[in-house]
């Protein structure tokens, strides 16, 4: 779940100091083309705080927290919860459902048995949103008899929401005219209108807002639209002449939308996407202070958006959070992680056992210490990371049971925040899930035009943050810096993996089968990781279905290996030259020497081996015979 709960104030001055050094355009809050004021109708959805398919809780308990941004100053009005669920047990039971908003519980209601669905519709008081968010919990609670000693785990029973429930609210429209309130209002999700012969700073700002793996596309390039009900779901980004204010508010179909202009619209996409711009409309951050060119050092469970809320743990409790190696810092990589746990003692013999996994191993595993908070400090197998990683928390504790005595009782547990990644320096990059440690810091595009922004810029979402700074060449390659070029033919400097200048080419495998041949390899989107001058450089040589990345709607991400070969929005195929020594990379229409030797060589290598034994046989015998013959 994305819990963007304000960590610190603080950081909100951070923009505006960054803003007075240069760094970041000034902002011009009054400059609002269009008169309309009417209020905006804005839906929250469960998809866009993190759960893009609901979430479902299963067993007889469980709660689940979520946060909805609402502007302190937005004017929100006629505020409703709207949630379609579905829900089921195998067994006669006895079950409940409330929703708390604010610490006040607003709706209850009992649970028929069987399956059945339905939508909640829970009008809120605007009075209960405090700091900018709206804190609903949702708690599921039942019993499948009257026994005290009814083990939960046998029920089969689930209560789940769909993704495209959450929560409408009337926003009042003038509110929005202001760029800050707008920027800490506007849905996650972005359409980005470049116009027509852009420049190259312009499709350098749009790639800064669809990096980092968030929900944002050129416009036109979204599949499908949002199916929830009516309102904003979709925020829209559009551009202007230099001349133009570096961010200003526009209205068009009775929605607001953000305009783009300025000297450097690249400085005002990497402000929009700074974390911290939803802090910038508290009255709160005129008192704070930070060092605004500090680098980040830390990834925390808060910095991930993980789900951190405390569960009333019965037998188990699970936390999981996402860690995409994008949100980790320039230069770094991830090593390990320390996780802290506070466990509420439940007076009994056993304490209870909290465990760590991460993609699905186990690393380690421990009882809960006495004091309450337990903390586990584990190393990441080597490999064992990838481009996207799941980390997951469990407690387990051990019911009272045997004589029916005691009944189910749940003690609170929590995944604290402090719990952080542990990150070193970056030695070599390797693989493609090492890109974002370079990434990060900046790139530069360099690619024949603004058509490849879309399919470019869905390949490196995953890959990259976009809070380095981000430029766009249309044809000549920087000094210096990393580099993602897009090309039919290899950056020159470099000693491409897979070559294209040598005729056809096919990739064998083990005992001359081939896996794939010289014209699927024509037809197919080959990336390479190289290196040019003790840089990196991305290369991408786009095939025939490259366009359909940018409208994809799970588009592939670049983890393991040097050398991936992708089908429109499927990866194909992908190896690393220097692990895969089954894999051999073949120039038919080339008979060289060289070419010779790399197809024959283990055969040439085992006749090597002859030849120097049966030479030095020869001499052993020729040097026994001498002997005999002196003797």
């Keep these: 779940m994305v819990n963007r709960k304000p960590l610190c104030i603080a950081a909100a001055v951070a923009l505006v100091t960054t803003a007075a050094a240069g760094q970041v355009p000034a902002i011009s809050e009054s400059a609002v083309v269009g008169p309309s004021t009417e209020a905006v109708t804005r839906v929250i959805t469960l998809k866009e705080r993190g759960f893009p398919d609901g979430f ?107 993704g495209s429930g959450g929560l409408r609210a009337q926003l009042d429209g003038a509110s929005l005219t202001r760029v800050a309130s707008l920027a800490a209002a506007m849905p996650t999700a972005i359409d980005v209108d470049l116009p027509a012969g852009a420049s190259a700073a312009q499709t350098a700002a749009a790639l800064t807002l669809m990096l980092g793996g968030v929900d944002a596309r050129l416009a036109g390039n979204r599949r499908t639209n949002p199916a929830f009900g009516e309102g904003w779901q979709v925020s829209r980004v559009i551009f202007s002449d230099p001349a133009s204010p570096a961010l200003s508010v526009q209205r068009e179909a009775g929605e607001p939308v953000l305009q783009i202009g300025g000297e450097d619209p690249v400085a005002s996409a990497r402000l929009l996407r700074s974390r911290w711009n939803a802090l910038v409309a508290s009255p709160a951050a005129g008192s704070a202070q930070r060092n605004a060119g500090a680098a980040a050092t830390t990834l925390t469970v808060g910095d991930l958006g993980g789900d951190t809320s405390i569960q009333n743990v019965v037998d188990r409790g699970q936390w999981n959070v996402a860690i995409p190696t994008a949100a980790v810092p320039a230069g770094q990589r991830m090593t390990g992680m320390v996780v802290d746990v506070a466990a509420a003692e439940d007076g009994g013999t056993t304490r209870p056992v909290i465990a760590v996994l991460l993609n699905g191993v186990l690393l380690a595993s421990a009882e809960a210490e006495d004091d309450g908070r337990t903390r586990l400090d584990v190393d990441f197998p080597q490999g064992l990371t990838t481009s996207r990683n799941n980390l997951e928390v469990s407690v387990a504790r051990q019911p009272a049971g045997g004589d029916c005595k005691f009944a189910p009782q749940g003690y609170p547990a ?167 020594r089954l894999i051999d990379i073949r120039y038919p229409e080339e008979n060289t020497f060289s070419q010779f030797l790399s197809r024959y060589r283990l055969w040439l290598i085992g006749l090597g081996w002859l030849l120097v034994t049966l030479g030095f046989v020869y001499l052993l015998r020729r040097v026994i015979v001498a002997n005999k013959t002196k003797d």
């Design 56 to 162: 479902e809780i299963a067993g007889l308990s469980g709660s689940r927290e979520i946060y909805f941004p609402i502007p302190a100053d937005a004017g929100a009005q006629n505020l409703r919860l709207v949630l379609p669920y579905r829900t089921d047990s195998s067994f006669n039971s006895r079950r409940a459902l409330s929703i708390e908003v604010g610490g006040k519980t607003l709706y209850t209601t009992a649970l028929p048995d069987g399956f059945s669905e339905g939508v909640i519709d829970v009008p809120i008081n605007a009075s209960l949103i405090e700091q900018g968010f709206l804190a609903a919990r949702i708690v599921y609670s039942g019993a499948i008899t009257e026994d005290r000693c009814v083990d939960q785990r046998l029920s089969a029973a689930y209560l789940s929401f769909a």
């Design 414 to 580: 929590q995944l604290l925040p402090s719990s952080h990644v542990k990150l070193d320096p970056v030695g070599t990059v390797a693989d493609f899930s090492d890109l974002p440690t370079v990434l990060n810091g900046g790139f530069t595009l360099v690619m024949p035009g603004a058509d490849a922004l879309g399919p470019v810029a869905s390949l490196l979402g995953a890959l990259a943050n976009g809070e380095g700074a981000v430029t766009v060449s249309y044809s000549d390659m920087p000094e210096a810096g990393a580099v993602v070029y897009v090309g039919d033919q290899a950056p020159a400097g470099t000693d491409p993996i897979v070559r294209f200048d040598q005729g056809a080419v096919t990739i064998d495998g083990e005992n001359g089968q081939t896996l794939l041949d010289a014209e699927a390899i024509g037809e197919l989107t080959t990336v390479q990781l190289l290196e040019q001058g003790g840089r990196t450089v991305v290369w991408i040589k786009p095939g025939a279905d490259f366009a359909a990345l940018a409208t994809s709607a799970s588009p592939p991400v670049l983890s393991y290996g040097n050398v991936a070969f992708l089908a429109g929005d499927q990866l194909d195929f992908a190896f690393h030259n220097a692990r895969e």
